[in-house]
Nanobody
Framework: QVQLVESGGGLVQAGGSLRLSCAAS????????MGWYRRAPGKQRELVTS???????AYADSVKGRFTASRDNAKNTVYLQMNSLKPEDTAVYYC??????????????WGQGTQVTVSS
């Protein structure tokens, strides 16, 4: 089994910063891509960022220049540094990991979600 445990959400004023963490554990052979989605009330799920095992990153246009993803492969952990937060960043943030549990089995796993609320 694989678990993804998130931390770091909370309430912050507009212009503030938060750092999310997501640690993967369990029967992991290797992790290919890690990243974050978010879902705001009444909106569709949005891919915020993805980061490969080689630290190649991609970001949604809405967060470029404000959010930074990073990984610690030794700890199977992905981070999301969120700066200059805006009220429209308010959402539940879910981390995900595209990983191999063996040399022949590749699956995607999700964290439980962490609430980020940005007040104006």
């Amino acid at each position: 089994q694989v678990q993804l445990v998130e931390s770091g959400g909370g309430l912050v004023q507009a212009g503030g910063s938060l750092r999310l963490s997501c640690a993967a554990s369990g029967s992991i052979f290797s992790i290919n891509i890690m990243g974050w989605y978010r879902r705001a009330p009444g909106k569709q799920r949005e891919l915020v960022t993805s980061i490969s095992s080689d630290d190649d990153t991609a970001y949604a246009d809405s967060v470029k220049g404000r959010f930074t993803a990073s990984r610690d492969n030794a700890k199977n952990t992905v981070y999301l540094q969120m700066n200059s937060l805006k009220p429209e960043d308010t959402a539940v943030y879910y981390c995900y990991a595209d990983l191999d549990t063996s040399t022949t089995r590749r699956t995607i796993h999700w964290g439980q979600g962490t609430q980020v609320t940005v007040s104006s």
